[in-house]
């Protein structure tokens, strides 16, 4: 009898497994992510993503910029005011990097892209003169995490396109790499820096920002980062509040996951407003390097998954002029002009106005900035001072 009760128990044994393993194999599992929609974008100095989209019923088409470093979303104050939004005033404030202030909110709004209404936004409202200046359209607002808590959005820098999905279980493309920022309204994650030292600190994912990295004063002492023999360049950057005097220099190497990339040009900041709340945040990483990926933003599961595209391999912008144009009342003008830059010592002064560049008359921003990015090459600008026209010529510098 005994016999038989261990014969039985062995026969049924691989049975009474494989039970057990299918239970431990069920799994309820969110349903597979939809498609919604594919929106082209322009990319603006620095690789800043430009959507267009409407508000509400209105007609008119507006220029957003796409901000994974937003914790919500914005509209321009000259934008609402021409459509007779009236913003109620609130105790909230947004803060960057030159400044930090009180805003007020209009509530309930639909922004609408080509096949996707996003409703139940509430936009704070903020003036963006200093964007239109510096990129020379018409800012209408910022898109943060407002609309990209809802969806998976993925961004394409190869064909210049965004796919909206809804949540839900994502297949990524296979070559790339999965992170998994802390994510509560600005996704952060940790990084390698290395110069004279190496250091690790948390920096922010930041797809409005134009530029490589940006790195605080704080950190950049703390770490003891940089080398003594390190050549420093002054720069103006813009942001909410206005202008700010940086440093900018080239460090060694940076690594964000398993990607490295060496010689990397950033800029140190001193942050008055405390964005970065250090030691939180060493600084952030700008779309200067994340432009090299085909980014998807997956907040709904707190993902963000790289994949190298084309420009991967592209050369960073190591020109140095000294000088920043901006377009003001339709006019292209020096606006600042760097102390013992090349564009300082050759003649430039703020408030010239720019009439050409390289004899290119057409008052294209975008083109005369092209040919400021352009290391050791000779640059002719024609410009009017007073009621004088004036030649200043000068060679872009290189910050390696």
Not at 147 to 172: A, E, M, Q, W
Not at 199 to 213: E, K, N, P, Q
Not at 305 to 313: A, G, I, V
Not at 334 to 355: F, H, L, N, R
Request: charged share 25%; net charge positive; hydrophobic share 40%.
């Amino acid at each position: 009898m005994r016999l038989r009760k261990i014969i039985f128990l062995i026969l049924w044994s691989p049975l009474l497994l494989s039970s057990v393993i299918a239970r431990g194999q069920e799994e309820f599992i969110e349903p597979p992510s939809r498609f919604l929609t594919r929106i082209p974008f322009e990319q603006l100095t620095g690789g800043i993503i430009l959507l267009k989209a409407r508000l509400d019923g209105f007609a008119d088409t507006l220029n957003f910029i796409l901000d994974s470093g937003s914790s919500g979303i914005s509209l321009d104050s000259t934008i609402a005011e021409g459509m007779n939004l009236t913003p109620v005033p609130s105790n909230r404030t947004v803060r960057g990097i030159a400044g930090i202030k009180n805003v007020e909110f209009l509530y309930n709004h639909t922004l609408h892209f080509d096949g996707l209404a996003v409703d139940r936004l509430d936009f704070h409202v903020n003036d963006y003169e200093i964007l239109n200046q510096v990129y020379g359209v018409t800012i209408g607002g910022i898109i943060g995490y407002s609309v990209l808590s809802r969806y998976i959005v993925h961004i394409n820098y190869d064909s210049s396109k965004i796919d909206f999905y809804t949540p839900g279980t994502f297949r990524y493309q296979k070559g790339g790499y999965l992170f998994r920022p802390t994510l509560n309204t600005l996704p952060v994650t940790n990084i390698r820096v290395r110069d004279e030292k190496t250091s690790y600190s948390r920096f922010l994912f930041d797809i409005g920002a134009g530029l490589c990295m940006m790195l605080s004063e704080d950190f950049v002492n703390d770490s003891s980062l940089l080398s003594k023999k390190s050549k420093v360049f002054k720069k103006q950057a813009e942001g909410l509040g206005g202008k700010l005097d940086m440093d900018l220099t080239v460090i060694k190497e940076i690594k964000i996951g398993p990607y490295k990339f060496k010689k990397v040009p950033v800029y140190i900041f001193d942050d008055v407003y405390n964005i970065t709340s250090y030691p939180y945040l060493g600084g952030l990483i700008g779309n200067d390097i994340l432009k090299r990926f085909n980014v998807t933003l997956n907040y709904p599961r707190r993902e963000i998954y790289l994949y190298p595209n084309s420009h991967y391999f592209e050369q960073f912008d190591y020109s140095y002029s000294g000088i920043e144009l901006y377009l003001v009342d339709k006019t292209i003008i020096v606006s600042d002009v760097a102390k013992d830059s090349p564009a300082e010592k050759a003649g430039a002064k703020e408030g010239d106005v720019v009439v050409a560049v390289n004899k290119n008359f057409t008052q294209n921003l975008s083109a005369y900035k092209a040919m400021l990015q352009v290391a050791n090459k000779k640059v002719q600008l024609v410009v009017k001072r007073g009621e004088e026209l004036t030649i200043i010529e000068f060679k872009v510098k290189s910050i390696l």
